[in-house]
């Protein structure tokens, strides 16, 4: 499994509205988000069979990152059946990635 990149359009569609959906909003110019996007993609590959892995670009997609009020990336929300339950804001081990998407699925 890799992480899909969703916009402002398409958003809506992805997110699962059974199970959990962890979205990372970034953007391409920002460092700590190139640093979580490997992080993300290996968690993706341990666990993409139970969890989906969505990306926002803010750039590209304001009016999702401003809907869950995203003031700085990289933010990442956990979702369970639709709905956000979690929200880290900035780079944060692997470790903590894995935490919240266990305590969610």
């Not at 968690?43 to 809907?67: I, K, M, R």
Request: glycine fraction near 6%.
């Amino acid at each position: 499994m890799s992480i899909q990149a969703v916009n402002d359009t398409t958003f809506v569609s992805q997110i699962k509205t059974q199970g959990t959906t962890l979205v990372e909003f970034g953007a391409v110019w920002c460092p700590p988000c190139k640093k979580l996007l490997p992080l993300l993609d290996e968690l993706s590959g341990e666990l993409g069979d139970q969890v989906q892995f969505l990306q926002v670009d803010c750039d590209e997609s304001p009016a999702t990152a401003s809907q869950f009020r995203v003031m700085s990336v990289p933010t990442v929300i956990v979702f369970r059946d639709g709905e956000p339950v979690e929200k880290l804001v900035g780079l944060r081990p692997k470790s903590v990635y894995e935490q919240i998407v266990s305590k969610h699925s």
